[in-house]
């Protein structure tokens, strides 16, 4: 069969003026470069939509890593089957991830992949190595395990808990030895789903009660860790309930994005700081790919829990790269629970 030519590929129109738009993304048939030696042409089955993206379709702000430019395509964690190869060790048909997201194929260099040999459909469904066993799941358990060190009898708090990060990160805790474990997130129906499936003690909606008033309600005693991925008025809360000596892994910062962030309306939550010098708190930002060293250890335990039927990994799937850039407005504004995935080929 003659390899193709050309690729669909979603491509920033223009940077968003406030909150990103459907207009401000286009699908558009792109050239694929020829196979150079040690390159892969890959076939993306399922690709990973980040909150990450938000930051990088600013044109100021750096996150992660670069950020996108109007008329190119974006990229993001992509995971696919090699369809061609000129690198012997990784043939044909087998399963890769890489950062050549959002396309239907990529050319792409074979050392700039991972998961080459390791990504077994039988030990978990492809979705589940995207999410849970993928780098959401690797950054909640590198969230607990190595920045607050979790210890058993911990009562330990995830914000944006009905998540990617926060459904693995309430579930490893369970695991990995806590007393009690609290989330919050929007909704009520968010709310029952984190005690009944992803092993929550207790869950609070932030958008119909002032979450300070919610972890009195929930942990009047206190809590030993907070898993952060929200910031604002949830941190705040968060460092006023924290126990003398409390641990904070800050993960990311959902409520910074866009309009509040822009016009500062939160910045008096950074007043809240000076709980941590009364409670001698620890808090700690970490980016996980600084942590790769983490990820066979990792693999095996989750995989384990897996197999053993111990946790659940969840995924909200929207088909078709047509659908790619709805699919990131919706995670913006919580349509998801789980890892919010595209898929780009039904058959798998
Ligand atoms: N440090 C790292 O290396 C690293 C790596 C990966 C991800 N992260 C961070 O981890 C966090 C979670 O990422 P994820 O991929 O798992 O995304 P996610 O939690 O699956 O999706 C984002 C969720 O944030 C919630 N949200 C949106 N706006 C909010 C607001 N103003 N206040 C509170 N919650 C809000 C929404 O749920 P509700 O319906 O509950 O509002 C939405 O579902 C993000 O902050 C991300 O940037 C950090």
Redesign the pocket.
Known sequence: MTPPRTTRVVCLVRRPVGEPLPTDFAVEERPLPPLGEGQLLVRNLYMSV???MRGRLESTEKH?THNFTPGAPLDGRALGVVEESRCAAVPPGTYVRHQLGWRERAVLDAADTDGAGRIDPGLAPLPTWLGLLG??GF?AYVGLTRIVELRPGDTVFV????????TAAGQFARLLGAERVLG????PD?CALLVKEFGYDAAAD??AEPVRDALARLAPDGIDVYFD??G?E?LAAALHALRTGGRVAL?????Q?GG?RLSGQRSADINQLIQAVLKRLTLR?????DHDDLRPEFERRVAGWLAEGRITARETVVDGLENAAGALLS??????I???LVRLDDSH
Do not use: E, H, W
């Not at 914000?159 to 926060?166: D, L, N, P």
């Not at 995670?331 to 998801?336: A, E, T």
């Open positions: 980040d909150p990450s992660y780098q959401t950054t914000s944006a808990a009905a998540g990617a990060v926060g919050t997130a929007g909704g968010k932030y958008r991925n929200v604002g949830q993960c990311g910062m959902m409520s994005f509040d930002g970490f980016i996980v790919r995670l913006l504004g919580g349509g998801n789980g890892k919010m």
